[in-house]
Structure formats: structure tokens, C-alpha cells
């Protein structure tokens, strides 16, 4: 099965790849850039992926 999942980035607690699917929030940083926030599948937690 070929694994073509988009990944968000990697929780900054454990390492895991949050896939896009975990993505809860976008928002936009006091820089302007976007920024997400997103659940750890591992940590269960809501982190910001990196
Ligand atoms: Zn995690």
C-alpha cells in the first residue's frame, strides 16, 4: 500500500510524524507567518509540529 500521507511537520516532544489528518488549528504569528497546531498521535496532546 503505498504511504503517500502529507505530514504537518514532527511533534517537538517526542519526534512523532503528525500527518495532516491531526491538524486542528491554523493560525497567524505575530511575525505573519501561519502557523498550526496540530494532535500528537503518540503524546495524544496538542503540540505546534515542527
Ligand atoms: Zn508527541
Known sequence: ???DTQILGRC???GER???A???I???R???TEGVWA???ACE???APE
Do not use: F
Open 22 to 24: 491531526w491538524r486542528l
Open 45 to 47: 496532546d496538542v503540540v
Open 12 to 14: 517537538p516532544d517526542c
Open 39 to 41: 494532535e500528537c498521535p
Open 1 to 3: 500500500m503505498p504511504d
Open 26 to 28: 491554523d493560525y497567524e
Open 30 to 32: 505575530d511575525d505573519g
Open 18 to 20: 503528525i500527518p495532516t
